[in-house]
């Protein structure tokens, strides 16, 4: 099978994905962004296999949803428990196979953002794992012509490490308007985002938290 002609290009969140604890499941993201980078490439379908499984090699615990950012795309069957053997793999493990088809002909000339998105529980065990990907994409409008194509990209879970992000002072009327300038008194709303579990904010030059 020949290689892809788009590119796919991986964004772990966090990153990198952060492995589950007996005690605390870890939620993680992997953005797939699906580009022709100049080129004139047609595509109508777009196959994503990724390891489902409690080993190294795997992935995800369990088997993870999936999103799409545009409806010009629309998740269109999944399946579980295929061996690798059946991809043509010499690699251990099973994979959820994960289909995106394209709804109309005028979308398959691929020059708009298009973003696939898989979410799940991170695995326990930390190391490599492979997502594969296989298109039925040609350079032609001529859907007659497509051919399947194979890919592949690789990804890294870590260990648990404390992250904090997305931090942001808002008017408490007004939760969703970032803003830098308050009133003399005027009570403030902070908002983040992290994996730890206790916080404390301080004001400057006070030893003791506000809160």
């Given amino acids: 099978m020949n290689a892809c002609l788009l590119t796919y290009q991986p964004s772990p969140d966090p990153d990198p994905l952060q492995i589950s604890t007996s005690g605390t499941p870890a939620q993680g993201s992997i953005d797939i962004s699906v580009s022709s980078v100049g080129q004139t490439i047609y595509c109508r379908q777009i196959i994503i296999f990724v390891t489902v499984g409690d080993t190294v090699t795997d992935a995800y615990q369990e088997k993870p949803t999936v999103s799409v950012n545009t409806p010009k795309w629309v998740p269109n069957g999944i399946e579980e428990n295929i061996p690798a053997t059946q991809l043509?793999?010499?690699?251990?493990?099973?994979?959820?196979?994960?289909?995106?088809?394209?709804?109309?002909?005028?979308?398959?000339?691929?020059?708009?953002?298009?973003?696939?998105?898989?979410?799940?529980?991170?695995?326990?065990?930390?190391?490599?794992?492979?997502?594969?990907?296989?298109?039925?994409?040609?350079?032609?409008?001529?859907?007659?012509?497509?051919?399947?194509?194979?890919?592949?990209?690789?990804?890294?879970?870590?260990?648990?490490?404390?992250y904090l992000k997305n931090f942001v002072a808002t008017l408490v009327d007004k939760p969703t308007?970032?803003?830098?300038?308050?009133?003399?008194?005027?009570?403030?709303?902070?908002?983040?985002?992290?994996?730890?579990?206790?916080?404390?904010?301080?004001?400057?030059?006070?030893?003791?938290?506000?809160?």
């Fill in 88 to 162: 043509g793999l010499n690699v251990p493990g099973t994979f959820s196979k994960f289909t995106f088809d394209c709804r109309e002909p005028t979308d398959y000339l691929i020059t708009y953002r298009l973003v696939l998105t898989l979410t799940g529980t991170v695995n326990k065990v930390p190391g490599s794992f492979t997502v594969n990907i296989v298109e039925l994409s040609g350079t032609t409008n001529d859907k007659s012509t497509f051919t399947k194509k194979m890919g592949a990209f690789s990804l890294t879970k870590a260990l648990p490490q404390f």
């Fill in 177 to 211: 308007v970032p803003a830098t300038d308050f009133k003399n008194g005027d009570p403030i709303r902070f908002r983040w985002e992290s994996n730890g579990t206790h916080y404390q904010l301080f004001e400057k030059n006070q030893s003791k938290p506000v809160y």
